[in-house]
């Protein structure tokens, strides 16, 4: 099983982007997923996290107003949608799965994570 982001890249402040996290090897399973990022010399940050359901969304303080967290189960993908985008959005942007369906706002729990795409905005 293996979880695999893309759609990283570089922007410019206030661009969007969208990051988009693929689950091979099965389908998704009843856990909620979460998407974080990491920053050179900081530790990793909760970015946001949905439920299985869908129904409930969690975001950062950082990103709240500005990112959307969303999931395709027919397609087995997780997406970020990212808008207004800021210098201190920069980072390695990781998806992963939590071992439940309930939603953590930090690392622990999420047993399943992707290997990161880059995201680079500039001023």
């Known amino acids: 099983v293996q979880l695999v982001e893309s759609g990283g890249g570089l922007v410019q402040a206030g661009d969007s982007l969208r990051l988009s996290c693929s689950v091979s090897?099965?389908?998704?399973?009843?856990?909620?997923l979460g998407w974080f990022r990491q920053a050179p010399g900081k530790e990793r940050e909760f970015v946001a996290a949905?439920?299985?359901?869908?129904?409930?969304?969690v975001y950062g303080d950082s990103v709240k107003g500005r990112f959307t967290i969303s999931k395709d189960d027919r397609k087995n993908m997780l997406y970020l949608q990212m808008e207004s985008m800021k210098r201190e959005d920069s980072g390695i942007y990781y998806c992963a799965e939590h071992a439940s369906d309930v939603i953590v706002e930090d690392e622990v729990g999420y047993g399943l994570w992707g290997r990161g795409t880059q995201v680079t905005v500039s001023s």
């Open positions: 090897g099965r389908s998704f399973s009843s856990y909620a």
């Open positions: 949905i439920s299985w359901s869908g129904d409930t969304r």
